[in-house]
């Protein structure tokens, strides 16, 4: 009965290959959000998906390409992979954009490229 | 830029401390303020603050915003190992859920 699911939990790759990450929730929200925490523990958004429609898209390399197939789901695809994108991926949601809604985070996904 | 701060870093405690957590901001369109407790994995919200002066509490934690002086603080009274976390503050600004988070506070409480 997992609210937000997120796989995998873990991600070790190489550098220069391509990855996705797969978030779901079942708790009928409408918006879906990306993050990325890093070593030092800042958590920055990176997209925001709202009924399946991109709201928010922050200053983020067009490596990473979100994808979201319904409102449940919001895919995060990554091609040629950098030392650099070796963080905590954060999938969340909420009931809505309205910024009355609180957001309800995933486990987070480790991604280490080496 | 929107900007979060949070003070301090750092926090040992012992058992039955009180702790009081400190969040300031500077935001063009103001919204909401949020706390957020990370444990292991993912953030678990704590607070949303919208008004000034009006205290929300759960339990022994309790936060209390101030939109004059662009601040907020969490309490918490007679700490638990239990509450040894990162406690992320947070601010939501614009029309949409554009949420930017602190450099968090990690608190640990030793018995």
């Known amino acids: 009965d997992t609210a937000v699911s997120q796989t995998p939990k873990y991600l070790v790759t190489q550098m220069g290959n391509d990855k996705s990450i797969k978030c779901e929730q079942n708790?009928?929200?409408?918006?879906m959000y990306w993050y990325k925490q890093d070593s030092k523990k800042f958590l920055k958004i990176m997209f925001s998906?709202?009924?399946?429609?991109?709201?928010i898209n922050e200053t983020v390399p067009n490596r990473f390409s979100p994808k979201s197939p319904d409102k449940a789901h919001l895919n995060l695809h990554i091609n040629s992979l950098e030392l650099g994108d070796s963080a905590v991926y954060f999938c969340?949601?909420?009931?809505?954009?309205?910024?009355?809604?609180?957001?309800?985070f995933g486990p987070g996904t480790r991604l280490t490229v080496t | 830029e929107d900007k979060v701060v949070q003070s301090p870093l750092s926090l040992v405690v012992h058992e039955g401390d009180t702790v009081t957590l400190n969040c300031s901001y500077e935001?063009?369109?103001?919204?909401?303020l949020l706390w957020y407790k990370q444990e292991k994995k993912a953030p678990t919200f704590l607070f949303m603050l919208t008004s000034s002066g009006i205290e929300k509490k759960s339990g022994r934690l309790s936060s209390i915003l101030d939109k004059k002086e662009l601040f907020s603080i969490l309490n918490i009274t007679a700490t638990q190992t239990g509450d040894s976390a990162i406690y992320l503050c947070?601010?939501?600004?614009?029309?949409?859920?554009?949420?930017?988070f602190g450099t968090g506070t990690k608190l640990q409480v030793i018995p």
């Open positions: 969340a949601s909420s009931l809505g954009i309205d910024t009355s809604y609180e957001q309800y």
């Open positions: 935001v063009t369109n103001f919204r909401s």
């Open positions: 708790l009928g929200h409408d918006t």
């Open positions: 998906y709202n009924n399946k429609e991109l709201i």
């Open positions: 947070a601010m939501n600004s614009g029309g949409y859920q554009k949420v930017t």
